[in-house]
């Protein structure tokens, strides 16, 4: 019974947390790209990656929070044109080869020391740096809130303020897919998902809203990157390619193409992992498996997971078969 | 070997500590064994019969804690090491040195009065910054005494601002980052500076008749820190860094698979001696400069490389070779017990032992910071590891056993650690540590050759 | 030895001798300097007790201090016989002499600021140092080095420099290794082109098929003591069976029941994520050499005889796999169902049969691969072939995305650009040059150098 109780505490932590939120945010942006618009983008974590750069770099140079925000939104715009532009023409995989590899090079300038008064290099820049400016916003006065298990600062660090912050943001941004996707554009998106040559056949400028949904995609996945280095720090390893292929298995998980699908399935992946390890710590013994080797059992099974997910349950837990086609 | 002062001492407090060690069970009381019957490795009889002490040979991994109980009265140390990811092969010495240290606390009467535990979290590394941060608040909502970690300098970056927030402890047994000093009221480290270990390293290569110096540095903040120091040594004392230098851009990237590039361009600069800093790429370092004819014995290692290479080299490649390390000569005895709990807990060989003694004495710290305070929580070891640490001076002790002893006498200690670390200073690093340097004998670094103050 | 113990003894004699005249000096007449000395220490009054002595060795301790530095000439070669001073902040100069390595060493017991001097005079004929005189400060429990910046070479100093380096030379350096580099991402990077010519699926789990020759060789070789060569050839079969189940679990029946290659390439990371930690798990985190043996460099390359042979056996395979695809029926066959899979399927080719064997037989190339890569590069570890998948789609797409020669020349050239923009740009750069190409290959011509237009789009 202690067990299920932690187990349960631990899960309710995890649908909590400010990361969990950020990352779910990134994950409806890739729903934008991927699962309405069926554009293969691999390099979401660099979208990320720019986001936080982008606040973290303007407010360590006195920018103040508002305009470190915005410096990241329109870096993500800039980044999502200068990659869009020339490949939203050509065949699909080749928008995937092209965002990993970009999302990569600013993966390694970012770590690379020549840029390392502002980047901070491989090491990147701490979150006292910038996070000063976020909770300085706080309305709430600094210290310990315990509500029934959870004992959070209100103001600062991983607090409840940022989870409220991150959460109201996570609203906003399902409520704006929601609302975009009842709209003509949101037909029209999921139109060229469907068949691009149709929708071009009717007038529509297949190019430009392509444009749109990845410019708009990227620019969520920066307030998700934004939001999750409130809680941490900026450092050019941690939004790579593995965090991609994360933001994919827990968007897979969801569901693509739905509206609750990302946020749940950020939830249940974060759920899944924390359970697995616990559960594997609890009942296998040491011998057969060391400390070392559960959490790495873990992720052999997300990957196990992420490619049986594609293949049974395609359209994730929220998902309509028939409306997911996606890919070809 | 040569012999060192200290470590005729040392072998005497582990033959000390491994005639009263008695087994552990875990620490569950009986009644909870039911919900947690995995929890110790030794065997199933010895957790039923938790009392009992189990024959001598046998010893138990770490005590897991049982959920639920209180962090006041139970000492409950979070490892938030990195058990996956690109300084997994680090952590293995670490669990050991904690574990060591909780066994021995255990085998000493516990904190206060109860059994100490642990929880095992990952940390992984900063590729994978999710894990750490959704364990670390784990370890926060499992409310333990104190965490115990991370070894990368960048993930304690990242989870700091968290731990902090929530007046935890965080005592890390290997950030060697100097920005770190000073970070937090509620961090620690026990690991020397950089500053220190350059400062010893840099001095020993010009000493040796070195004045043009290259290094391989990864771009990491370990070891461009470490760059900086050991640079800063060679300069004032008359050499000159012909590669690697700060401002240069030429470190390679961490996760480097291919230096001939580096080592060719390294060698260019027509070195007298070359220093490695690096972890586990120095396996294929190594043979790049030796393949482009660079004399071995000419070459200096870290304390993130200096380990035995049999087996993973030629024989003989690094005879000659020396490199430094923190704390005094821990060498041989230490990591035998070390490997010995390892093995134990289901762990195979351990191949660096790099911050197992950090480790051993971070945890040893913390349990007599409770000690002294009376109860286990965080704010209280927070209060008090400065004291026992020997920051205000006291009696010297080298044991959890014999520090405790003093403790109930009321008298102020100073736990002298096996890394030889010093008291921690006010932004609590380690004030005066040593350095070791040792010189490869074979491809194992068996040759103690110094042991110098560091702390200049 | 018996001859540097003498002349240690010898050694540690001589300032014992100059202390002791020092200290009658001090009593007879030069009181003031005994006053002037500001610490209580009294003046040790017997030999072999001083605060400063010349010694053969020194270990450091919390009472003692050394002072140690060796003198080199230009050519690297020792000095030796060099007379050199030291100082204490009271007391008289402590004279040793350089020894046949050049070095010189001094164990001192007192903190203080000292003067560490070279006598110029002493110096062999053709050597200047150009500071000769300075201060040193030492404090017990510390290592203190004592250098001297000397220039010129003395008669008989040896050359041991070794061959000249000049910018051409460091050219030609990294285009030896780029070479090396670029035929090993071709042996690596054939079978990602062919899967993708064949199948149309670009194949993100190829990186840990390289990762998984090297490590079963590993295993094999190191772990397991086999011979070498069987267990390079045991590993290439298993990671040819590899191909053989995968293709037969997993990306046979997904093609038949139709799903997209969208799909089909987000499996392939899944596949990628759970490799590399089943690697992780078994092999552990850290770096396994393949062999322990360490060649020099030498040949017109300046490479290592495992460079060499890796060189050689990627231009033979590479050739064979060409040959294969021109010349057989079944490379015929595979080319037919590269160009259009419906028509090949039509005119009676079993494209199943087609694809199976090109899973095989790339997977078989990728592990060959690995293990070539270990045996050059020293070593592999979980995460090889990951930290070259990048590398491995700029060369194939550079090529031209589903041709096996332009696989070979796109790896060559990707090979040169990241081992000669070394020159210019610091460590991880290089490799952002090549995604770069990447990039700026798909934009302005996406099917590649050696590919056909109508792939595109």
């Not at chain 2, 040195?97 to 059994?115: E, M, P, R």
């Not at chain 3, 552990?284 to 050689?312: E, K, R």
């Amino acid at each position: 019974m202690d067990f299920l109780t932690s187990l349960l505490t631990d899960f309710g932590q995890q649908i909590l947390s400010s990361v969990t939120a950020a990352f779910a945010i990134a994950v409806i942006g890739l729903n934008l790209h991927f699962g309405y618009t069926g554009l293969v983008n691999i390099g979401q974590a660099g979208f990320m990656l720019i986001g936080g750069y982008g606040l973290a770099i303007t407010v360590e140079l006195g920018g103040g929070f508002f305009l470190g925000v915005a410096v990241g939104l329109v870096a993500a715009v800039l980044f999502a044109l200068i990659l869009g532009l020339p490949t939203l023409k050509l065949r699909g995989d080749y928008l995937a080869i092209v965002t990993i590899a970009a999302a990569e090079i600013i993966r390694i300038v970012g770590d690379n020391q020549s840029l390392s008064q502002w980047t901070g290099g491989a090491a990147g820049i701490p979150g006292r740096v910038y996070q000063g400016a976020f909770t300085a916003l706080s309305p709430f006065p600094d210290q310990q809130l315990q509500i029934g298990p959870y004992n959070y600062p209100l103001t600062s660090g991983d607090s409840w303020f940022l989870r409220i912050v991150c959460w109201v943001v996570l609203a906003i941004v399902v409520l704006l897919v929601w609302l975009l996707m009842r709209s003509p554009w949101g037909r029209t998106v999921k139109g060229i998902r469907e068949d691009e040559d149709a929708m071009r056949s009717l007038g529509k400028n297949v190019y430009l809203v392509k444009l749109q949904s990845l410019v708009l995609g990227g620019v969520i996945g920066a307030a998700g990157g934004m939001l999750y280095v409130l809680s941490s720090s900026v450092q050019a390893d941690s939004l790579g390619r593995t965090t991609t292929f994360l933001l994919y298995t827990c968007l897979l998980l969801g569901g693509a193409a739905t509206v609750f699908g990302p946020v749940l399935g950020s939830v249940l992946y974060f759920i899944v992992i924390i359970g697995l390890n616990d559960v594997v710590s609890q009942f296998v013994p040491k011998q057969i498996m060391n400390e070392q080797q559960i959490p790495q059992f873990g992720w052999i099974v997300v990957g196990i997971g992420l490619m049986l997910l594609v293949i049974f349950r395609p359209q994730g837990i929220l998902g309509n078969k028939k409306e997911l086609s996606f890919g070809d | 070997m040569p012999a060192h002062p200290r470590r005729g001492r040392l072998a005497t407090v582990w033959a000390i500590g491994a005639a009263t060690a008695v087994a552990l069970a875990a620490c569950s009381s009986p009644s909870g064994s039911g919900s947690s019957p995995s929890a110790s490795s030794s065997s199933s009889s010895s957790t039923s019969a938790a009392p009992a002490p189990a024959p001598s040979t046998k010893i138990a991994a770490a005590a897991a804690c049982p959920s639920g109980s209180d962090p006041k009265t139970t000492f409950k140390l979070g490892t938030f090491l990195p058990l996956t990811g690109s300084l997994a092969f680090l952590a293995p010495a670490a669990i050991g040195g904690s574990g060591l240290a909780l066994q021995d606390i255990n085998a000493a009467g516990g904190v206060n009065g109860q059994k100490a535990c642990s929880i095992s979290v990952d940390s992984s590394d900063a590729d994978n910054p999710t894990i750490g941060s959704t364990n670390v608040k784990k370890l926060l909502q499992a409310r333990v005494s104190a965490i115990l970690g991370a070894e990368s300098s960048s993930v304690t970056e990242s989870v700091l601002p968290t731990v902090s927030a929530s007046n935890t402890v965080m005592f890390s047994p290997a950030n060697t980052d100097d920005a770190l000093s000073g970070a937090s009221k509620w961090y620690f480290r026990d690991a020397a500076p950089n500053k220190a270990e350059g400062d010893a390293l840099g001095k020993q290569i010009v000493a040796d008749g070195n004045s043009k110096v290259a290094i391989l540095v990864f771009n990491d903040a370990y070891g461009t820190n470490l760059r900086d120091s050991t640079q800063a040594a060679i300069e004032a004392n008359g050499g000159t860094v012909v590669y690697g230098a700060k401002g240069k851009n030429q470190e390679f990237s961490s996760k480097e698979t291919n230096f001939s590039s580096e080592v060719q361009a390294a060698l260019a600069a027509k070195p007298d001696a070359v220093v490695i800093i690096a972890f586990d790429q120095t396996t294929q370092i190594v043979p790049a400069l030796v393949s482009a004819g660079f004399k071995m014995p000419k070459a200096y290692f870290v304390d993130g490389n200096l380990n035995d290479y049999t087996g993973k080299l030629p024989a003989n490649t690094l005879n000659g070779a020396q490199g430094t390390a923190q704390g005094v000569n821990p060498n041989t005895e230490l990591r035998k017990k070390i490997q010995a709990w390892y093995s134990n807990a289901g762990g195979g060989t351990i191949t660096s032992f790099g911050y197992g003694a950090e480790s051993y004495d971070a945890t040893t710290l913390l349990a007599l910071a409770a000690v002294k305070g009376g109860d286990s929580s965080s704010a209280t070891i927070q209060a008090n590891l400065l004291a026992v640490s020997g920051a205000n001076g006291g009696t010297v002790c080298k044991s959890y056993k014999e520090c405790v002893g003093l403790l109930k006498q009321k008298k102020a200690i100073h736990y002298e650690g096996l890394a030889g670390i010093g008291p921690l200073n006010d932004k609590h690093d380690p004030s005066t540590g040593y350095v070791s340097v040792y010189r490869y004998k074979g491809n194992n670094p068996t040759e103690f050759v110094n042991a110098v103050k560091g702390g200049a | 030895m018996p001859s540097p113990r003498r002349s240690r003894r010898l050694l540690a004699a001589l300032p014992g001798a100059v202390l002791l005249g020092a200290l009658a000096s001090a009593l007879l007449g030069a009181a003031p300097a005994l006053a002037a000395s500001p610490s209580p220490t009294p003046v040790p009054t017997s030999g072999t007790q001083s605060v400063v002595e010349a010694t053969a060795s020194c270990a450091v301790n919390d009472t003692t201090a050394c002072v140690r530095g060796a003198l080199h000439d230009d050519n690297g070669n020792p000095v030796k016989g060099v007379t050199i001073q030291l100082t204490p902040p009271s007391g008289t100069a402590v004279p040793t002499r350089t020894d046949a390595n050049g070095s010189y060493v001094y164990t001192v017991k007192k903190a203080g600021a000292y003067r560490l001097a070279l006598v110029p005079a002493s110096l062999p004929k053709g050597i200047k140092a150009a500071a000769p005189s300075r201060t040193v400060q030492v404090s017990l429990g510390q290592l203190t080095p004592g250098a001297f910046a000397l220039t010129g070479t003395f008669s008989g100093s040896k050359s041991t420099a070794g061959p000249t380096v000049t910018p051409l030379t460091m050219l030609w350096d990294q285009i030896s290794n780029g070479l090396l580099l670029g035929l090993l991402l071709a042996l690596a990077s054939i079978g990602l082109s062919l899967i993708y010519g064949t199948t149309g699926l670009s194949n993100f789990a190829h990186g840990e098929q390289v990762t998984l020759g090297g490590i079963l060789a590993w295993t094999f070789g190191t772990v397991l003591q086999w011979n070498f060569l069987v267990a390079c050839i045991v590993t290439v079969l298993v990671c040819g069976l590899s191909g053989y189940v995968q293709d037969r679990l997993i990306w046979g029946p997904l093609r038949r029941r139709g799903l997209g290659l969208t799909q089909l390439m987000v499996v392939t990371i899944g596949l990628s994520l759970a490799l590399s930690y089943v690697f992780q798990y078994f092999a552990g985190a850290g770096v396994h050499a393949l062999t322990p043996t360490i060649q020099l460099t030498g040949g017109p390359l300046d490479l290592t005889a495992n460079a060499y042979l890796a060189m050689l056996i990627s231009i033979v395979v590479l050739v064979a796999v060409g040959l294969a695809l021109q010349r057989t029926r079944i490379g015929r066959a595979t080319r037919a169902v590269s160009d259009n899979r419906a028509l090949a399927a039509a005119s009676g080719i079993d494209v199943d049969r087609i694809i199976r064997l090109v899973w095989t037989v790339s997977m078989a190339l990728a592990g060959l691969a690995g293990i070539l890569y270990g045996l050059v590069y020293g070593g592999v570890n979980w995460a090889t072939g990951q930290a070259i998948l990048l590398l491995m789609f700029a060369a194939t797409t550079l090529g031209g995305l589903g041709t096996a020669f332009g696989a070979l020349v796109g790896s060559i050239v990707i090979g040169l650009v990241v081992q000669v923009s070394s020159l210019f740009l610091s460590g991880d750069l290089r490799y952002a040059t090549a995604l770069l190409i990447l990039i700026l290959v798909l934009l302005f011509r996406p099917q590649g150098i050696l590919g056909r237009r109508e792939r595109v789009g």
